[in-house]
């Protein structure tokens, strides 16, 4: 199989890509924020797009997948590690060299740019040479590689390497310095007076002494007087420099465009498994989760919200994580409980899953199987704007609405606190009507809501709650689990915060009664 790409099977996904924009949930979900701190540090690649957009190919997934599984054999990972560094340290070199002034300076660092690109090129056919390959997108770079150094074009490019560092290696040349004059000659073997004098004294020597020598900033730009050596060295060995010219002529463009596609798109998988990293060190697991487009049997064990669990890990604090599973007719996950215990982390996690299932990386969690989506669709709660005289309401509709009208069966809608605005009766007629239509046109769903009565619209919906400390139902222990809705541990939550449960309520009554009892 020819190669083509580490990150695409399908040209058509390739050119799809080089196109796609930050998809409008991103915020929503804190994928911005996921995307923000993968990106850090390789924002020359630009590796927002593939980031960005999620693959339509069960296929093409399990392309990646077998990639990422081969990153993480430590031979191959350092093979391909060091290849990107090299690549890296040539791209500073080009860069450089278009920043200096003197045609032959500017020359010498191309030479070293072209040095460095070989090395990392024969350096990364070795590494993969000697690894033992599974996946498809690998093992096809290493047939193209094999038969990249061995070509001609390649092989040319070493020689005149090693030709023109030679020759300029071979220039030796004298500079007598006085009466406000520099005269440059050719180097005659004439007798170095310096390694003399160190030569006689060497016997005297008795241990290293400390050096009160001033160190200059050794700057890459030359001044005049370099220059103007470096002019009258290259008219005593025109040769030399017109071979420098030359080669720079023919391989001014020497980056072959596969191997710089590979350069940019491995670092895809390389910042992921670098973000990864940290969190496995902390103790969190990641797999590869089971993507069909056919089943939209879900599940999810230990799964958690790559955004929050970044940050609690730099905080030092404990990330939780969460299990959740749809089967049969099931499509609804009705997300109830108290506030501030973690139902919109919960509803955050789930969307985040099905994006990076399909851009086929490691997902949070364990044992994971989930649907590939064409599409996710979120409504996260909005602050009302004073000047949009519609009203907080109507612009819920609105919203909703426009999701409804653009989803498809494979769609995924996360919904999150809707109709807060309006009474519960208003919430819970709108919530059900909607559900009911999310429902008739089978989508998979997350509904964060504060209508209990929202989880009992049949077999397609299922009950989820944010629970409490049994023996202090005001602490959320930011656990989500299935079970039926009550609103009790709210309720009781809120009572005790205010003062207002049946005790401290007879509590108080009758200290205002003068000791009289009251029941």
């Not at 491995?266 to 060190?281: G, K, N, P, W």
């Not at 064409?374 to 949009?388: A, V």
């Amino acid at each position: 199989m020819s190669f083509l790409s580490v990150l695409f099977a399908d040209p058509a996904e390739q050119a799809a890509a080089a196109m796609q924009e930050e998809p409008a949930y991103f915020t929503d979900l804190n994928l911005d924020q996921v995307v923000s701190s993968l990106t850090a540090g390789r924002e020359t690649y630009q590796l927002e797009p593939f980031f960005h957009t999620r693959l339509w190919n069960v296929d093409t997934i399990a392309y990646r997948h077998e990639i990422f599984h081969d990153l993480e054999n430590e031979t191959v990972s350092a093979g391909v590690s060091r290849f990107a560094a090299e690549m890296q340290d040539m791209h500073r070199e080009r860069a450089q060299a278009a920043k200096l002034h003197h045609r032959y300076q500017q020359e010498s660092w191309l030479v070293g740019a072209a040095e460095t690109y070989r090395k990392a090129v024969c350096g990364l056919e070795d590494a993969l040479t000697a690894a033992d390959l599974a996946s498809r997108g690998l093992r096809s770079l290493r047939a193209f590689l094999t038969s990249y150094v061995h070509s001609e074009l390649f092989e040319q490019l070493a020689a005149d390497i090693r030709q023109v560092q030679e020759a300029l290696a071979s220039v030796r040349y004298c500079m007598t310095i006085g009466g406000g004059k520099v005269i440059v000659t050719r180097y005659a073997e004439e007798t170095d007076y310096g390694a003399e004098v160190l030569a006689a004294f060497q016997k005297f020597k008795q241990e290293e002494a400390k050096s009160y020598l001033v160190a200059y900033k050794n700057f890459v730009d030359m001044n005049h007087v370099e220059e103007a050596v470096l002019d009258r060295a290259a008219l005593l060995f025109p040769e030399v420099f017109a071979g420098l010219d030359d080669f720079c002529t023919r391989h001014r463009d020497h980056l072959d465009p596969i191997v710089a596609t590979f350069d940019r798109e491995v670092q895809f998988y390389l910042a992921y498994l670098e973000y990864t990293a940290r969190l496995r060190a902390n103790g969190l697991s990641l797999c590869y989760p089971q993507v069909s487009q056919a089943s939209k049997a879900e599940t999810g064990h230990q799964v958690f919200d790559l955004a929050l669990a970044d940050k609690l890990i730099e905080d030092g604090a404990r990330v939780v994580t969460n299990d959740f599973h749809l089967q049969g007719p099931e499509r609804v996950l009705v997300i109830s409980g108290p506030n501030q215990g973690g139902k919109t982390t919960f509803a955050r996690t789930i969307g985040q899953l099905h994006h990076l299932a399909a851009l086929g990386c490691p997902v949070p969690g364990t044992d994971t199987r989930l649907f590939l989506c064409d599409q996710i669709f979120t409504h996260f709660e909005r602050g009302e704007n004073l000047k949009d005289l519609s009203g907080k309401l109507q612009d819920d509709l609105v919203r909703i609405q426009d999701i409804l009208q653009h989803t498809t069966p494979a769609s995924v809608v996360i919904m999150n606190e809707v109709f807060t605005s309006t009474t519960l009766d208003d919430a819970r007629i709108l919530g059900t009507r909607i559900l009911q239509k999310i429902i008739e046109l089978d989508l998979l769903c997350v509904c964060v809501t504060f209508v209990d009565e929202l989880s009992q619209l049949g077999p397609t919906t299922v009950s989820m709650t944010s629970t409490v400390v049994p023996d202090n139902p005001a602490e959320r222990t930011f656990r989500i689990v299935r079970r039926p809705a009550d609103g009790l541990s709210y309720a009781l939550a809120i009572a005790d915060k205010y003062g207002l449960t049946y005790e401290r309520l007879i509590s108080r009554l009758n200290a205002r009664s003068g000791g009289r009892t009251m029941s």
